[in-house]
């Protein structure tokens, strides 16, 4: 089991930054991917808006490219999102996603962080 627990979010001026994090807890596995999901309302499918690949290579959805960067510190099985620039678009619930490989099934699994409220003013 790898328990995800989200934080950095908040209230912040359209224009302004903030910066998610996201630790990964737990025992026998080994992180691969890790993303960034988004969903402006609880009832719409959640987006994706940054992945981070283990070697390190970055895909970001579109309308964040330039905006938000995606990093992860293996060392201490992070991964963060630096959002820079932030629109009233960007508001909403943001979730940490993991792709870890579990070293006693033998296999791959994914873990959802809870959500954390970004709430931009315009």
């Known amino acids: 089991q790898v328990q995800l627990v989200e934080s950095g979010g908040g209230l912040v001026q359209a224009g302004g930054s903030l910066r998610l994090s996201c630790a990964a807890s737990g025992s026998s596995f080994r992180l691969t991917d890790m993303s960034w999901y988004h969903h402006q309302f609880p009832d719409q499918e959640r987006d994706e808006v940054a992945?981070?690949?283990?070697?390190?290579?970055?895909i970001y959805k579109d309308s964040v490219e330039g905006r938000f960067t995606i990093s992860r510190d293996d060392a201490k099985n992070m991964v963060f999102l630096q959002m820079n620039s932030l629109k009233p678009e960007d508001a909403g619930t943001y979730y940490c996603?993991?792709?870890?490989?579990?070293?006693?099934?033998?296999?791959?699994?994914?873990?959802w962080g809870q959500g954390i409220q970004v709430t931009v003013s315009s």
């Open positions: 996603k993991v792709h870890v490989w579990n070293m006693v099934l033998g296999d791959y699994e994914d873990y």
């Open positions: 992945r981070i690949r283990l070697r390190g290579d970055t």
